[in-house]
């Protein structure tokens, strides 16, 4: 190109200084100085899900594109930006092993603090794309029986796999949803668990919601709770963040500052993805299929020995998950600091997902280590 192209990227977004430098002028604002004024000249937008992209923001901007480092890209006004012929790019599924991985921590310790043995029981998954299918081979590997709901898919695809949401939520013992933020239309999911979700459950439910915030109303499942319809709860994700009910989250068993897909991976996945975006669409030059040179590693070691004798499946599986992410520390940090909700996000210490970790069992069984390859954990011979 003849002229060097503007960008303005959150300054949050990891592993991207100076990856662009040499072919563009890169910004780095925080979120909350990505507003029409510094932005009016840039040609290009890096963000993430706390800049909404819609009409005060980017009207009469020179912005033609848009890249969103994150899965969800509700924060993105589409019409607005396809009426403007702004084109715009999420990261589709850069995440999704890092949700899996926490789906796994939330999962295997609501099971030990209820004294629950997961093969015994029936998950529910409602949304099966990127995230929710790596959930359902969880799942599967925990040797839960599945069921899937997923209305879009079951269109296409026919009725085979998937059931209603009504079925759903009466053969199901843990219910966990992993769909977009749609606020109309036909596969509206804004308060899709709203208090007559709840009324309808049949028995008492586990309840987890990693996905959007509003996709769940935070009066309805309080009042669930307390009625002990819902038995248990996992919550990552809250309606009005950062300013999330403090009543809420003493009521329910795990709460987390929207960190589920926080892995180093899935930030690394969704920065290349952004970047090969960009670099396409200006057609900057940057190599084909780019990716961070090195991803973060933690304090931890990567291999892990496990002593297996004695112990159940689960709580053998239990031990190799918790060792790569306990969920309990995220938990602890928010009960006692709710009011640093979004300086937890943009500290958050690095996690690495399973294929990070090799594990080295000691009197393991062939079921135990096949479940484990089956969570992307790399076994020692």
Request: charged share 25%.
């Amino acid at each position: 190109m003849n002229k060097r192209i503007k960008i303005i990227a959150d300054n949050k977004i990891p592993l991207l200084k100076g990856v662009l430098e040499s072919c563009a002028d890169i910004v780095y604002l925080p979120p909350s100085d990505i507003i029409k004024e510094n932005i009016e000249d840039a040609d290009a937008l890096m963000i993430r899900t706390r800049t909404k992209c819609n009409a005060s923001l980017l009207d009469g901007t020179n912005v033609k594109f848009i890249a969103t480092a994150t899965i969800g890209f509700d924060h993105i006004d589409t019409s607005y930006c396809e009426s403007r012929n702004i084109t715009w790019m999420n990261a589709p599924g850069c995440n999704s092993s890092s949700v899996m991985q926490y789906m796994a921590s939330a999962l295997l310790t609501t099971a030990k603090l209820k004294k629950i043995e997961l093969p015994e029981k029936t998950i529910g998954i409602v949304g099966v794309g990127n995230v929710g299918s790596k959930v359902a081979r969880l799942a599967e590997a925990l040797g839960m029986k599945l069921l899937l709901n997923d209305p879009p898919r079951e269109r296409k695809e026919g009725k085979e796999k998937f059931v209603s949401l009504e079925e759903l939520m009466g053969r199901s013992d843990i219910i966990t949803f992993h769909v977009p933020l749609i606020k109309e239309g036909i596969d509206k999911t804004f308060h899709l668990a709203d208090e007559a979700f709840f009324k309808k459950l049949n028995g008492a439910k586990i309840f987890l919601n990693t996905s959007r915030g509003e996709v769940v109303d935070s009066s309805a499942i309080k009042k669930a709770i307390g009625e002990k319809i819902v038995s248990a709860a996992a919550l990552d994700v809250w309606e009005n963040e950062p300013n999330i009910d403090g009543e809420l989250l003493k009521t329910v068993d795990i709460a987390t500052p929207h960190i589920a897909g926080y892995s180093a991976d899935g930030k690394a996945n969704g920065t290349a993805i952004c970047v090969n975006g960009l670099s396409s669409f200006f057609q900057l030059g940057i190599e084909d299929k780019w990716y961070p040179s090195a991803v973060p590693s933690p304090p931890n070691s990567n291999e892990l020995i496990l002593e297996c004798k004695g112990k159940s499946d689960q709580e053998i599986i239990y031990e190799a998950v918790i060792q790569t992410y306990n969920v309990s520390g995220d938990d602890n940090k928010l009960r006692d600091s709710i009011n640093t909700f979004e300086k937890q996000r943009n500290e958050y210490p690095i996690r690495r997902e399973f294929q990070y970790y090799r594990v080295n069992l000691k009197n393991g069984n062939q079921k135990v280590k096949t479940a484990l390859a089956k969570l992307g954990f790399n076994l020692a011979e």
